[in-house]
């Protein structure tokens, strides 16, 4: 996957440049435009099953992560295709290597697009962090394959490398990705669910690998705009 972010602006683009049939997935509803040569396909987002497996598990990913239920397949049809596409959120993106060594957790709504050699499945999660919530609730999202893969994030995003000499507590709703390699726990951050200082859940990380951060925080946004939406009248 050829592609270029764009610098210099609070509000990037991916430019993808491909090869005569060459293949990218993004998600869907991110393309801005392409230059006449690019081959649009939505898909069900089934990881590749099919028949009612794949209907269910298309389901289930729309249900457990917050991803739409239709993934789109971007084909080339000449050398040189050029696509241009963006995530649906104000923020910056960031570029995550996929290889034996290098795999992911992905926090919900952080996918924007993948080579077409790798991609991402549902995994269980551990009860107790289920049962609080966040990155995904029973379910979160995990990359596999080979390649790259693009995640945005609301604000800037921010790298914090662990060495195993100390965990890190990061609040839930501004985890974008992590290492596989790591463990981790949702908590509530002081008191009942967090009430006593406002921070609500995080997450503790433990081992080493890498986390990314969104410096900003989508629902406490929707909290400072909530008073000011005019309400609905009944019937």
Known sequence: MNYQISTDTAFP?????????????????????HDG????????????????????SAIGRSMTSGESFFITTATGTAPQSELVIAPGNPGAIRALPLDSTHQWRLNTGAFLAADATAGYTMVRQKTSNALLGGTGGFFVMESQGSGAMLVSAYGDILEVTLDGSRDYIIDNDHVVAWSQSLDYNIAPASGFVGFKTGEGLVNQFHG????????????????????????????
């Open 37 to 56: 040569q690019i081959k649009l396909e939505g898909k069900m987002n089934n990881n590749g099953k099919k028949g009612l497996g794949g209907l269910m």
């Open 208 to 235: 080493q690998g890498t986390v990314y951060i969104q410096t900003r925080n989508l629902n406490a946004l929707a909290d400072l705009v909530a008073p000011f939406l005019p309400e609905k009248s009944g019937d």
């Open 13 to 33: 683009v991916v430019t993808l440049t491909l090869d005569q049939d060459e293949q990218v997935q993004i998600e869907s509803g991110s393309m801005i435009y």
